[in-house]
């Protein structure tokens, strides 16, 4: 059956886009892309590449708004805005047409560290209200209301772009963890991300693996603001290997070497945690705290353990418990269910047509 949507126009907003050089370089905008492709529309993009040096992204950004300011929106039938605060004059070019535009938030969007960006958020908070909203989580969800005070009948939850499960799936004849487990951190190296916690954990004993005779090695990837810092300094333990950078194309690759994963982040503008949710493609059960997204997707005792405290032996209590039922967890239903990219399209041709029959009446 054709799609609804399929001569239809959307135009794609965003403050990036990936490229030859810089493939992965935002590369969430494409998949969100491919997603609204799948819908049927006919998608434009509106954005620039990765710039060298701050003079070329002070200058991407006013070419940026320029064409913002001087598109023909009477072009499209829906206008998709990424990151707000860094393509707003988007939301007030389009004037009158305000049922075709749909704000799609990402990670710090709401909670930025910058004051001119939280300044800006006071300052279109009005204008933001008229509008439909897309966000990743519930969490995410409850902020948008409570901070912009935007209707929840106008936001909408869908993972961005969902995950890939051709790409992130489980190896077949990967050997159960009984002698041997393998414990991986997937997240950029920072403290707000956790890795002092993944640090500490490496240094620990659990001692009742350690009466079972079972090995334990850790796994991380170099990179983030503080990899240098953690890395270099003091010298890490044996029993951790640093892995190089992965594409997203590759990553699974380290999903594969690893039996469970630690998320123990500390952000409050973790909008969801997508290396989480590859993971669980990967039949990966998580570690995470019981705060943010990560409850609408862990389930203890199904995809993963959830913790109260940032604590060494918080996390190693949740290490124990699933190594011990191991055979338990079935996390891959969890993604095929809710956040696999099928499911993204499935949620995003619900959301257009009720917008398209918004507009019909």
């Not at 794609?12 to 990936?18: D, S, W």
């Not at 590759?250 to 982040?265: A, G, V």
């Not at 996390?315 to 891959?332: D, M, W």
Request: net charge positive; glycine share 4%; proline share 6%.
């Amino acid at each position: 059956m054709s799609s609804p949507f399929k001569k239809c126009s959307l135009l794609l907003i965003n403050n990036g886009h990936p490229d030859r050089r810089n493939p992965e370089y935002v590369s969430y905008i494409r998949t969100i892309g491919e997603c609204l492709e799948e819908c049927g529309f006919t998608v434009k993009f509106l954005s620039f590449t990765k710039p060298a040096k701050l003079f070329h992204k002070i200058k991407s950004y006013i070419f940026l708004w320029l064409k913002i300011i001087a598109s023909k929106y009477s072009a499209h039938d829906i206008i998709y805005i990424n990151h707000v605060t860094h393509c707003f004059p988007a939301i007030y070019s389009t004037k009158n047409n305000k049922n075709k535009i749909i704000i799609h938030w990402h990670g710090e969007d709401l909670l930025p560290n910058n004051w001119v960006l939280k300044k800006l958020l006071t300052t279109i908070q009005g204008k933001l209200r008229e509008l439909t909203h897309i966000v990743p989580s519930e969490y995410y969800k409850g902020i948008l209301n409570h901070s912009l005070s935007v209707p929840t009948n106008k936001i909408h939850v869908n993972p961005s772009g969902g995950v890939e499960t051709n790409i992130f799936s489980p190896t077949d004849n990967k050997p159960l963890p009984y002698n041997k487990l393998s414990i991986g951190y997937a997240s950029s190296i920072s403290k707000s991300k956790g890795f002092d916690i993944f640090l500490a954990v490496s240094q620990a004993s659990c001692e009742s693996l350690t009466q079972r005779n079972v090995h334990t090695e850790f796994h991380c990837i170099d990179y983030g603001p503080e990899s240098k810092k953690y890395l270099s300094t003091p010298p890490l333990s044996s029993n951790i290997s640093v892995h190089k950078c992965y594409d997203k194309k590759e990553i699974h690759l380290f999903y594969e070497k690893i039996d469970i994963l630690l998320f123990p982040t500390r952000r409050k503008s973790e909008s969801l945690g997508l290396v989480a949710l590859e993971a669980m493609a990967c039949g990966v059960p998580v570690i995470a705290p019981n705060k943010f997204a990560a409850p609408e997707y862990i389930y203890p005792g199904v995809s993963g353990e959830l913790f109260e405290e940032y604590s060494t032996s918080e996390v190693l209590k949740c290490i124990e418990k699933i190594h011990a039922n191991y055979n338990s967890y079935s996390t891959r239903e969890v993604i095929l269910e809710k956040y696999s990219k099928e499911s993204t399209v499935k949620n995003y041709k619900e959301l257009f047509a009720k917008l398209n029959n918004t507009k019909r009446s």
